[in-house]
């Protein structure tokens, strides 16, 4: 997994072919909704897009798979659960020694077999080639489980069972399936996923790698080498990538297409460089692939020659809920320990609990992993439900769990003081851990960019489309006069966004906070198209405040709507739930509107100016800019 993809797309500026608008027309703030009922069908309709957050960015309230929260599992696929819990909980306390693992950076023979017993490095294999036949949600009920006792190994478990699986599973052909898939289960190969090269970081699509076709046309010949690699010292079969060489039939000239193959040790070529020497995830061990003169059957080309990137990105895609679940596990874990010594460390005779600074630490760590629990089970229930439109929330789940972790994990190293410090409280090594999450699968900083861009993009077609309809303004007379019709009511103050119907009446004004928040962020998309038109995709001080304004709409619908489900349910946990909702909005609300003004203040892009100037300073003198007030020579 440390192949830190992807999301080049971001860096391919000519993709985004946005023109500044002649007229000002823009569909945002409406109160129209794509399901007018919060238990209507999720019945697709034609090139509709049911994502909530690609058309947040278009000023439109899609809510099909926002609400109600959903409730993917059966009663049978629940009872499957709960027979697995019980025998994943006795692995990682019995079996398991998550310090051992640290301190010798491996993971001996007899775990590594259990693992394989349990079937926890199968989870999404269909039984009948091996595997446990998972849904995502099952999937997530277990990496749950993991990441709250050893998250090194379940990053080893999930570099196998998720991307050093899934291209086979998304995109193999049926006899790829019936070869590798067996192996990847039963026959107990380790599986890995080989992107990022030397040179290639988040701009997954500049490989070098190369594969040429023999002259007998029956294989190719690869060369090249992939960094970074987890489980690359363990896997035998490889989702690998390569650049091929195809000639376009009309005009014949040649063109690299990034292609992807299945590639096995057995075919000779194939070798690791020793483990990497990491800060954590010591015991997922992490190596440099080589591949010199590979020979690669055509048959094992997976997909299409040319789609490598699409698929890529997909395999990522698909997994990448996976890492907020680990966290989910190993943030509950963390608030569990820092609570029980606040309730027992007795403190100027008071119990820390009692501190109003402890009480405040301790209920954004538990609201904190609240919103990050709900996310993952909010991607991956809607995955199971068929969605296909999901990147965006992908995208989102992975910065918010992997940065939600890192706080909450440093913010109980707080509070147990000196203890928390100390390796006997196991929170060194989560921190450890963690610290990579925020880097891998997408680096936080690409992946925000590609939420904005992305959505802007999107917002940029609604415009050129009403564009269009202007320029024969009688053939389309309905769209014109209805876009008309939401500007003016948004001029003067109707067809505001409201949530009210979709939530419990005590989250009513929670959810008009995220309303708020909602309405002038269309607004704001819409006057950065209109001001910067294609240069916004140079504008990344902007588009950074865009991408934590989605972020944190997102965040506040999703709770919104399973605080709403525990209120609807009667669950037990229902009061708190609401709390921490309540909580979540109005600092999230209070968020958005200050990145909001950061993006629309001069005083704040006078002082984006500043940083840049500073910022190239440094690297001019390949350090800081100034000396020190007492430097002697």
């Given at each position: 997994?440390?192949?830190?993809?992807?999301?080049?797309?971001?860096?391919?500026?000519?993709?985004?072919?946005?023109?500044?608008?002649?007229?000002?027309l823009?569909?945002?703030?409406?109160?129209?909704?794509?399901?007018?009922?919060?238990?209507?069908?999720?019945?697709?309709?034609?090139n509709?897009?049911?994502?909530?957050?690609?058309?947040?960015?278009?000023?439109?309230?899609?809510?099909?798979?926002?609400?109600?929260?959903?409730?993917?599992?059966?009663?049978?696929?629940?009872?499957?659960?709960?027979?697995?819990?019980?025998?994943?909980?006795?692995?990682?306390?019995?079996?398991?020694?998550?310090?051992?693992n640290?301190?010798?950076?491996?993971?001996?023979?007899?775990?590594?077999?259990?693992?394989?017993?349990?079937?926890?490095?199968?989870?999404?294999?269909?039984?009948?080639?091996?595997?446990?036949?998972?849904?995502?949600?099952?999937?997530?009920?277990?990496?749950?489980?993991?990441?709250?006792?050893?998250?090194?190994?379940?990053?080893m478990?999930?570099?196998?069972?998720?991307?050093?699986?899934?291209?086979?599973?998304?995109?193999?052909?049926e006899?790829?399936?019936?070869?590798?898939?067996?192996?990847?289960?039963?026959?107990?190969?380790?599986?890995?996923?080989?992107?990022?090269?030397?040179?290639?970081?988040?701009?997954?699509?500049?490989?070098?790698?190369?594969?040429?076709?023999?002259?007998?046309?029956?294989?190719?010949?690869?060369n090249?080498?992939?960094?970074?690699?987890?489980?690359?010292?363990?896997?035998?079969?490889?989702?690998?990538?390569?650049?091929?060489?195809?000639?376009?039939?009309?005009?014949?000239?040649?063109?690299?297409k990034?292609?992807?193959?299945?590639?096995?040790?057995?075919?000779?070529?194939?070798?690791?460089?020793?483990?990497?020497?990491?800060?954590?995830?010591?015991?997922?061990?992490?190596?440099?692939?080589?591949?010199?003169?590979?020979?690669?059957?055509?048959?094992?080309?997976?997909?299409?020659?040319?789609?490598?990137?699409?698929?890529?990105?997909?395999?990522?895609?698909?997994?990448?809920?996976?890492?907020?679940?680990?966290?989910?596990?190993?943030?509950?874990?963390?608030?569990?320990?820092?609570?029980?010594?606040?309730?027992?460390?007795?403190?100027?005779?008071?119990?820390?609990?009692?501190?109003?600074?402890?009480?405040?630490?301790?209920?954004?760590?538990?609201?904190?992993?609240?919103?990050?629990?709900?996310?993952?089970?909010?991607?991956?229930?809607?995955?199971?439900?068929?969605?296909?439109?999901?990147?965006?929330?992908?995208?989102?789940?992975?910065?918010?769990?992997?940065?939600?972790?890192w706080y909450?994990?440093?913010?109980?190293?707080?509070l147990?003081?000196?203890?928390?410090?100390?390796?006997?409280?196991?929170?060194?090594r989560?921190?450890r851990?963690?610290?990579?999450?925020?880097?891998?699968?997408?680096?936080?900083?690409?992946?925000?960019?590609?939420?904005?861009?992305?959505?802007?993009?999107?917002?940029?077609?609604s415009?050129?489309?009403?564009?269009?309809?202007?320029k024969?303004?009688?053939?389309?007379?309905?769209?014109?006069?209805a876009?008309?019709s939401?500007?003016?009511?948004?001029?003067?103050?109707?067809?505001?966004?409201?949530?009210?119907?979709?939530?419990?009446?005590?989250?009513?004004?929670?959810?008009?906070?995220?309303?708020?928040?909602?309405?002038?962020?269309?607004?704001?998309?819409?006057?950065?198209?209109?001001?910067?038109?294609?240069?916004?995709?140079?504008?990344?001080?902007?588009?950074?405040?865009?991408?934590?304004?989605?972020?944190?709409?997102?965040?506040?619908?999703?709770?919104?709507?399973?605080?709403?489900?525990?209120?609807?349910?009667?669950?037990?946990?229902?009061?708190?739930?609401?709390?921490?909702?309540?909580?979540?909005c109005?600092?999230?609300?209070?968020?958005?509107?200050?990145?909001?003004?950061?993006?629309h203040?001069?005083?704040?892009?006078?002082?984006?100016?500043?940083?840049?100037?500073?910022?190239?300073?440094?690297?001019?003198?390949?350090?800081l800019?100034?000396?020190?007030?007492?430097?002697?020579?």
């Amino acid at each position: 997994m440390l192949h830190s993809a992807i999301w080049p797309v971001v860096t391919r500026k000519s993709r985004l072919v946005l023109r500044p608008p002649t007229v000002a027309l823009f569909t945002s703030n409406t109160t129209h909704f794509a399901e007018a009922n919060p238990s209507a069908s999720l019945e697709r309709k034609p090139n509709t897009n049911r994502s909530f957050m690609m058309n947040l960015f278009s000023g439109k309230l899609q809510t099909s798979e926002l609400f109600p929260y959903p409730e993917p599992l059966n009663e049978e696929q629940k009872e499957y659960a709960r027979a697995l819990v019980d025998p994943v909980h006795r692995f990682f306390t019995k079996v398991n020694d998550a310090v051992r693992n640290d301190d010798t950076s491996n993971v001996d023979s007899k775990t590594i077999d259990a693992l394989w017993d349990l079937g926890l490095l199968s989870v999404y294999v269909p039984p009948e080639l091996g595997g446990l036949g998972l849904c995502n949600v099952q999937s997530v009920l277990m990496a749950e489980i993991s990441g709250g006792y050893d998250l090194s190994l379940s990053l080893m478990i999930g570099a196998h069972k998720s991307i050093g699986t899934k291209g086979i599973l998304l995109y193999g052909s049926e006899q790829q399936k019936q070869k590798y898939l067996p192996m990847l289960s039963t026959g107990r190969v380790f599986g890995a996923f080989a992107l990022t090269e030397p040179g290639s970081g988040s701009d997954a699509a500049s490989i070098k790698t190369k594969a040429v076709l023999s002259s007998c046309g029956k294989y190719y010949l690869m060369n090249g080498s992939k960094l970074w690699i987890s489980g690359g010292g363990l896997a035998d079969v490889f989702t690998t990538f390569a650049q091929v060489e195809v000639v376009d039939p009309q005009t014949g000239e040649k063109r690299n297409k990034m292609t992807a193959f299945i590639v096995e040790r057995s075919f000779g070529g194939v070798s690791t460089g020793p483990p990497e020497d990491k800060m954590g995830l010591k015991c997922s061990v992490t190596n440099e692939l080589f591949l010199d003169d590979v020979r690669v059957p055509v048959e094992n080309v997976l997909g299409e020659i040319g789609c490598g990137f699409k698929i890529a990105v997909n395999i990522l895609n698909s997994g990448r809920y996976g890492l907020g679940a680990m966290l989910s596990g190993t943030m509950k874990t963390c608030i569990e320990k820092a609570t029980e010594h606040v309730t027992s460390r007795v403190q100027f005779k008071r119990h820390l609990i009692e501190f109003e600074n402890v009480q405040e630490k301790l209920a954004m760590m538990a609201t904190h992993h609240y919103v990050a629990q709900s996310l993952t089970y909010m991607v991956s229930g809607n995955m199971d439900q068929g969605s296909v439109d999901f990147h965006l929330e992908a995208a989102v789940s992975k910065v918010f769990c992997t940065e939600a972790a890192w706080y909450v994990c440093d913010e109980a190293i707080q509070l147990l003081g000196g203890n928390g410090f100390m390796k006997s409280s196991g929170l060194e090594r989560f921190l450890r851990d963690i610290r990579v999450f925020r880097i891998f699968e997408g680096a936080n900083d690409v992946l925000r960019m590609f939420i904005a861009l992305t959505g802007i993009q999107q917002a940029g077609k609604s415009l050129q489309e009403i564009q269009k309809s202007l320029k024969n303004p009688l053939g389309n007379i309905g769209v014109i006069l209805a876009e008309g019709s939401r500007r003016f009511e948004r001029k003067v103050g109707m067809g505001r966004t409201d949530l009210s119907p979709f939530v419990a009446k005590e989250l009513h004004n929670a959810a008009k906070q995220c309303a708020e928040s909602i309405d002038i962020f269309s607004q704001t998309v819409e006057s950065l198209l209109l001001k910067h038109g294609k240069a916004i995709t140079e504008r990344q001080f902007l588009l950074a405040r865009v991408a934590d304004s989605a972020i944190d709409i997102y965040a506040m619908a999703t709770t919104l709507s399973r605080a709403s489900r525990a209120v609807r349910l009667g669950l037990p946990s229902a009061e708190q739930e609401v709390l921490m909702t309540q909580i979540w909005c109005k600092e999230a609300n209070e968020r958005v509107l200050s990145s909001v003004n950061r993006i629309h203040s001069r005083a704040s892009q006078e002082n984006y100016r500043r940083m840049a100037t500073i910022a190239k300073t440094v690297s001019e003198r390949r350090g800081l800019p100034y000396t020190n007030p007492n430097e002697i020579d």
